[in-house]
């Protein structure tokens, strides 16, 4: 049974709950490793990311959490990195990294925000062609860890997120698969485990978590790994749904990562 998860958001950006308040309820949790990855500083945009200001707080305060509870649980000090970040992250323990805008000309699109934005971006940037952005994006999703040297792939299928009540990719199109699968291909050499993400079925968004089962079989075929993370904004989705959907990812035969080293 996994008893970790390294994906987890707190008060030091769009979390609801303090980092030690995560870690007292991970503690109760039974788990053994835990990571903060807050949402690294993106220039162009503030509005969900840490503060700069608050970055020498946060490693203070994680540091200190790591001392005070070390005895009951490893605690690792990690950031959520942002493809577009320019961030120094050297002095992080770990760096996921996740592709949450596609830049096209001088937009930020922003994948995650709502079904509509990947629409009018569609339409501005590819006359209406949806899997033209659904293209672009998996090109900067094959470069994420190149670019950021990250430790974890983070949510490699986000701009799926509100596929299901609002489809606007066609995911069964050779096209989809083939743009998708050029990212995995870029991305395996690398032996970076891509997450197996429930962060959208627990804030509603979707019923089974990122990537799908389809991709996973497809990254399982190529010789990759996969590492279970929860994308937490508040300490009672911790490990959420890790034990429902665990026995279903080991079937298909993919090496899952249960700690990060
Ligand atoms: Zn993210
Ligand atoms: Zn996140």
Known sequence: MIKTDYHMHTTFCDGKNSPEEMVQSAIDMGME????????????????????????????????????????????????????????????????????????????????????????ASDKYFGGDTLSFAEKYYEVVADVVNKLDCDIIGHFNLLEKFQEKTPIFDTESERYKKAWKKAVDALIPSGVPFEINTGAISRGYRTVPYPSFEMIEYIKEKGGSVIFSSDSHAKDTIMYEFSKWEDKVRATGVNIKEKLR
């Open 33 to 120: 490793e835990m990571g903060f990855s807050v949402h690294g500083i993106t220039f162009h945009d503030n509005s969900y990311c840490m503060k700069r200001e608050k970055k020498p707080l946060y490693i203070e305060e994680i540091k200190a959490l790591k001392e005070k509870y070390r005895d009951k649980i490893k605690i690792y000090l990690g950031v959520e990195g942002d493809y577009y970040s320019s961030e120094d992250v050297s002095m992080y323990d770990y760096v996921i990294g996740s592709v949450h805008y596609v830049k096209i000309e001088d937009e930020y699109v922003v994948v995650d925000s709502n079904a509509e934005c990947l629409k009018k």
